[in-house]
């Protein structure tokens, strides 16, 4: 039975009004990557990334599920064969549109963690500098996220369904961070699709690409997905 690896980026939940990073007025052209996304940047200023994820995490509770998000929870739940979610996103949007067992390769916004024992909480709806942590102690408690220079989450789970995919789609994302970017290289034996906006920096290494907002194609290509069978 064919086995359908999905990887999104923030191009997905753009039309539920969370930001993305690379477009015009993303959120890469009002901050530094370095200053808010490094660990770098979190010893020199806490406060500083504290409150970007803080404003992040207070948008992606209000932020609702568009048709994208929803049409991929219906394809898991349609699909007689695996359907894998990997994400960059740190929303939950996928979540909340009904998805299941989402692999969030940069952590959470809803993640809390301490940078000196490890244990993982839920974070607060602001969290503050110096905050504790509930099982050391410390006051090192940090956004669950994965910064620029640390290792992705889940790669091993991923680099084996990726292996196994019989169809690999990357939906709204701009293929220009790694290790996501070469997911598409990883899926050798499969059918691979790119839904986006406009071509991304991976698009020659895709068989079939689909552009156009993620609310329109993604559906659209759900249904043609489904129908096939
Ligand atoms: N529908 C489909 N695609 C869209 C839409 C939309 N409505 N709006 C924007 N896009 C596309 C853009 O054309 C772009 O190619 O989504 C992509 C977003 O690219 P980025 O902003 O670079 O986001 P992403 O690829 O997810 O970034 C990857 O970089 O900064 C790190 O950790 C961060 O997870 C992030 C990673």
């Given at each position: 039975m064919q086995k359908i690896v999905i990887l999104t980026g923030a191009g997905i939940s753009a039309e539920s009004g969370l930001g993305t990073f690379?477009?015009?007025?993303g959120l890469w052209s009002q901050h530094r990557i370095e200053d808010v996304a490094t660990p770098e940047g979190f010893a020199r200023d806490p406060a500083l990334v504290q409150g970007f994820y803080n404003a992040r995490r207070a948008q992606a509770v209000d932020a609702r599920p568009n048709p994208a998000h929803e049409a991929l929870a219906r394809l898991q739940r349609d699909w007689p064969g695996e359907v894998v979610i990997v994400t960059?996103?740190?929303?939950?949007l996928h979540e909340k549109g009904g998805?299941?067992?989402?692999?969030h390769m940069h952590g959470t916004l809803a993640g809390a963690l301490c940078g000196a024992c490890g244990h993982r909480w839920s974070a607060p709806a602001e969290m503050a500098?110096?905050?504790?942590?509930?099982?050391?102690?410390?006051?090192?408690?940090?956004?669950d996220v994965v910064w620029f220079g640390e290792m992705p989450y889940h790669m091993d789970e991923i680099f084996a369904h990726l292996q196994e995919a019989t169809l690999f789609a990357a939906i709204g994302?701009?293929?220009?961070?790694y290790p996501a970017a070469a997911f598409v290289e990883e899926a050798v034996g499969a059918h691979r699709v790119e839904l986006n906006l406009e071509p991304s920096?991976?698009?020659?290494?895709?068989?079939e690409t689909r552009f156009g907002p993620a609310s329109r194609t993604v559906p659209d290509w759900v249904e043609e997905v489904l129908a096939r069978g």
């Open positions: 690379r477009d015009e007025g960059q996103n740190v929303d939950d998805a299941r067992d989402v692999l500098v110096g905050e504790t942590c509930p099982e050391c102690n410390a006051p090192r408690a940090r956004p994302t701009s293929g220009q961070v920096a991976a698009v020659s290494r895709f068989d």
